[in-house]
């Protein structure tokens, strides 16, 4: 029985040894920053390898559950894995003013990312409720501690309300577990898969209970309303430096998990939850929208946007398998506008600091063309305009959304897109129609958030245009 | 099974004072105006938590339980509670919100509701009654759980340095 | 012993704990309220594993998972706590300035 197959291991225990082979060095040698990047860069660039050889290999086959099926190595877990090393090494790169300024608690900051990155892949490589949920505190524990890494009085608040919040969630999460195996009598998904396939459960109370409350533990992780309390005071509070990362990891993490719980075991009962689903998602798409219009923080407008986004995201899980391809497309290229957008805000308040008021950028157009292009796109992006990722991405999930049956669902977001463009263009409309207040000189930024922003604008554009290299990729991208 | 049934075996009546009182300790642990009460109600809640897996035949969690929690967990608690010098005594004001009653409507709700739809899943179904030992216990994490044992040590390395980053006073200031 | 004693007893220790998560305000008596969450999951964990009866043991396996997850999370849990206090005096989670729940 090949059982072990260290390829679906491979991408955790690349970053994992970085992680610790970097807190080792730094206790021994104490080296300069310039030292843990390396560390890092390899370490994230050999799991990054190692995802897409997992992708090359282990998509398309069949019998893929490895460890007494703990780990699934499909197309599903390797593109989770390219995802998840690409943002995560995006946003070192845009975060590394952050770094250097955190001095000696640099090296843990860069330990702390690694791992975060581990518990992500892991995330969209679980095949067991029981490493699911390990998966899930491993990043949910690291991405505590981020938030509140500067230890200043919004970052330390931010950490706690995470940290609340998010055991809180935890805790619910597990309830849902609890239920789903006591209906199921294992934890094991594809067990689950098989088992709610052939039974019929005449009193299915306890697995639609479970199913709920996994929807509503997993719903707070990715910051879909009415569970999404936390998302503006993190977002705002956290260091510019590490909160794309947070905010992208977070949702590309969740979606990952709640994609594959909802269409693999539990697809059975996909009548009974896509309708929750579909409230849930229009809730979060309205609610978003409308408190993102009210704010003068562009941290707190972001993560009322990213509300919204979340709805969306959910939208094309109501169609079940068929809508894990437009999960998957919007999911990923929006966790690069998310990151590339925060690089910007690191370049124009600080990597360090937490607020970002909206009145800062007024006239940035003058005193950084390329971080108000970068930002600018970003904005059309999210907003949904043709020829950005955004454009393509919305218009896959509101297929999927149609193909299911919600109408209703695709009208309301499609209100709510438009009522959005306001708060996209207003930031536009602030960055180049305002003059600079007062004597603002032109802005330097690092060569980090540069080539963040760069880096991710390309992606945006390119992909936006021409999306179906990535669409073609997404068709082998599916759970086992 | 009709009530008289069931509380004829002797487990049952064990079972039912144990769980009266660990809801007991559990309403004084979220309503006691004293912080220091609060965790050390918490300890009767887990000590019955851990009878009650001792009657469910799982020893080894009943000790991890004794062990972890009621060694360890409460008095980490303990010692955050004296660290940030909580208000020990009573001192109402400052330990609950006022929205006491739409709190109580919530978890009445999310009990009504979790409690209906999950009993209505099963009849008068027993538990049968087996002891899993500490070996098999051990050999099950070493084989078919090796890979959650693994990851679970780096949930206990991010909170390891994650604790040291967060609190600790920097040497460098 | 029937499954259903278990589960009444887990759902009541569950909502007596969401009922502290909310009413509580200082951040200490959050997280025991927390814990008793989790200890109701590990109640219906264990009861479920010796109802369903499997060769692999998951219930009790993922309660020991659970009860060590959950003391990583007190240790960051009180790190932060003492954070919180060292920056402002206070363990009570709406003196916060921002608190908005």
């Known amino acids: 029985m090949s059982n072990i197959d260290f390829l679906a291991l491979g991408p955790e225990i690349a970053v994992t040894a970085a992680a610790v082979l970097l807190l080792m060095i730094e206790v021994a040698r104490k080296p300069s920053a310039r030292v843990w990047g390396w560390i890092a860069g390899i370490g994230i660039a050999a799991a990054l390898g190692l995802s897409i050889a997992g992708w090359v290999l282990g998509r398309g086959t069949d019998a893929n559950l490895y460890f007494s099926d703990m780990l699934a190595l499909d197309g599903f877990s390797a593109f989770g894995g390219i995802v998840v090393f690409t943002l995560t090494g995006i946003g070192l790169i845009a975060g590394w003013g952050l770094v250097t300024s955190l001095r000696r608690r640099g090296a843990e900051f860069v330990a702390l990312v690694l791992i975060a990155a581990a518990g992500m892949h892991l995330m969209a490589a679980s095949a067991n409720l029981i490493m699911l949920f390990i998966a899930l505190e491993v990043a949910s524990i690291s991405f505590y501690v981020l938030a509140g890494i500067t230890r200043n009085r919004a970052a330390d608040e931010a950490a706690l309300k995470y940290f609340l919040l998010g055991a809180f969630a935890s805790a619910v999460f597990l309830y849902g577990i609890a239920l789903v195996f006591a209906a199921t009598g294992t934890l094991s998904m594809a067990g689950q898969e098989s088992f709610l396939g052939e039974t ?63 269409t693999v075991p539990l697809d059975a009962y ?46 094309a899980l109501t169609a079940g398998d068929a809508g894990v391809e437009a999960v998957w497309f919007y999911v990923s290229t929006y966790a690069l506008q998310v990151v590339g957008a925060f690089a910007v805000v690191a370049a124009v308040s600080g990597p360090d600091t937490g607020a970002s008021p909206l009145d800062s950028y007024a006239g940035l157009g003058k005193r950084s063309p390329m971080m108000a292009a970068g930002l600018g796109l970003m904005m059309i992006a999210m907003g949904g305009i043709p020829m950005t990722t955004g454009f393509v991405g919305k218009l896959g999930v509101f297929r999927a959304a149609i193909d299911a049956g919600y109408l209703w669902a695709v009208v309301t977001a499609l209100v709510a897109t438009v009522a959005g463009l306001f708060f996209y263009l207003r930031v536009i409309v602030r960055m180049y129609m305002d003059a600079p207040g007062g004597d603002a000189p032109a802005l330097e930024v690092g060569r980090g958030p540069a080539w963040a922003v760069g880096i991710t604008s390309a992606a945006t554009i390119v992909l936006g ?6 669409l073609n990729m997404l068709r082998d991208a599916l759970p086992f | ?47 019955g938590s851990a009878a ?83 070996e098999n216990i051990g050999d099950l994490l070493f084989s078919r759980y090796v890979i959650p044992f693994e990851a679970v040590s780096f949930v206990l390395l991010a909170a390891l340095v994650g604790g040291i980053v967060l609190a600790r006073k920097d040497p460098d200031r | 012993m029937i499954v259903n004693q278990f589960l ?13 998560v909310l009413v509580r305000r200082n951040a200490v008596l959050v997280l025991l309220s927390i814990e008793l969450m989790l200890a109701a999951v590990n109640i219906n964990l264990v009861a479920f594993g010796a109802f369903v009866d499997d060769a692999a043991a998951a219930g009790q396996v993922f309660a020991l998972f659970v009860i060590t997850v959950a003391a990583a999370e007190v240790g960051i849990g009180l790190a932060i706590v003492v954070l919180i206090f060292r920056n402002r005096s206070s363990a009570n989670v709406d003196e916060l300035d921002l608190m908005k729940w």
């Open chain 3, 8 to 20: 009444v007893l887990g759902a009541l220790l569950f909502s007596i704990g969401v009922y502290g």
């Open chain 1, 270 to 315: 996909l009548d009974d939850w896509a309708p929750a689903v579909a409230v849930v998602a229009v809730a979060s798409v309205v609610v978003g929208t409308l408190l993102a219009i009210a704010q003068d923080d562009i941290k707190r407008m972001l993560a009322y946007s990213s509300v919204a986004h979340a709805g969306f995201i959910l939208l």
């Open chain 1, 200 to 262: 019929i459960l005449l009193r299915p109370g306890v697995l639609l209970a479970g199913i709920a409350l996994l929807i509503v533990g997993l719903g707070f992780k990715v910051s879909a309303a009415p569970f999404h309390v936390w998302a503006p005071d993190v977002y705002q509070g956290a260091p510019s430096g590490v909160t794309g990362f947070l905010a992208a990891g977070a949702k590309v993490g969740g979606f990952a998990a709640l994609a594959r719980v909802l």
């Open chain 1, 465 to 470: 245009i021409a999306p179906w290299p990535l």
């Open chain 2, 52 to 134: 009650l897996f001792v009657m469910l035949g799982a020893e080894f969690v009943a000790w991890t339980v004794v062990l972890v929690y009621i060694g360890a967990v409460v008095v980490l608690f303990l010692f955050g509670i004296m660290i940030t010098r909580a208000p020990i005594g009573r001192d109402s004001v400052r330990l609950d919100h006022v929205r006491r009653w739409p709190a109580a409507l919530i978890a009445a709700s999310v009990f009504g509701v979790m409690a209906w739809s999950t009993t209505a899943a099963f009849g008068g179904e027993e538990i049968s009654d087996g002891v899993l030992k500490a």
């Open chain 2, 1 to 47: 099974m009709s009530f008289t049934d069931w509380i004829t075996d002797a487990r049952n009546v064990v079972f039912l004072v144990i769980a009266l009182v660990m809801v007991g300790a559990a309403v004084v642990v979220v309503a006691t105006r004293n912080v220091v009460h609060a965790a050390l109600t918490l300890v009767v809640a887990l000590a």
